[in-house]
């Protein structure tokens, strides 16, 4: 199992960046928080400048790519599935929320950075705060 970081002022604050973060050329190198994304979010992000910030991120050790572990993948279709949004959920997505998740039961308060609409409803829902990229995104 990977260790989770807390960031440099010891609080228990993390982001959790999905592929607008990276489409968006996040300023990654800003942040003086710990950063996480997910696989299915690497994946995804295909166009050549985009895929060369990320690259160079990854090798500045800037973020930290982790797997959910199975419960929290099954706990977010849960949710998905109660909210009526599961079909409008990519893997990334899924993945994004499922780490969200298991980053509360390590006891850190994730911020989720997304301009999907259908992410910030569920986050909502469930209690965890969100920041937009380039959309001013829902009201809560």
């Known amino acids: 199992m990977q260790d989770f970081v ?3 002022d010891h609080s228990s604050k993390v982001l959790v960046l999905d592929t607008a973060a990276f489409l968006a050329a996040l300023p990654l190198q800003l ?3 710990t950063l ?3 696989p299915a ?3 995804e992000v295909k166009d050549y400048e985009s895929r060369i910030r990320l690259e160079l991120a990854s090798m500045a050790e800037r ?3 982790k797997t959910p572990e199975e419960k929290y993948i099954k706990e977010a279709v849960e949710i998905a599935r109660r909210l009526k949004v599961l079909e409008k959920l990519s893997t ?3 993945e994004v929320l499922a780490l969200s998740l298991e980053l509360i039961d390590r006891g850190l308060k994730p911020i989720v950075i997304t ?3 259908v992410i910030q409803k569920i986050l909502v829902s469930i209690g965890i705060d969100f920041r937009t990229v380039k959309t001013t995104g829902i009201r809560g």
């Open 6 to 8: 807390k960031f440099k």
């Open 31 to 33: 942040y003086n928080i």
């Open 36 to 38: 996480y994304t997910v």
């Open 41 to 43: 979010v690497i994946n």
């Open 63 to 65: 973020f930290h790519v």
């Open 92 to 94: 990334a997505d899924l």
């Open 115 to 117: 301009d999907d609409y």
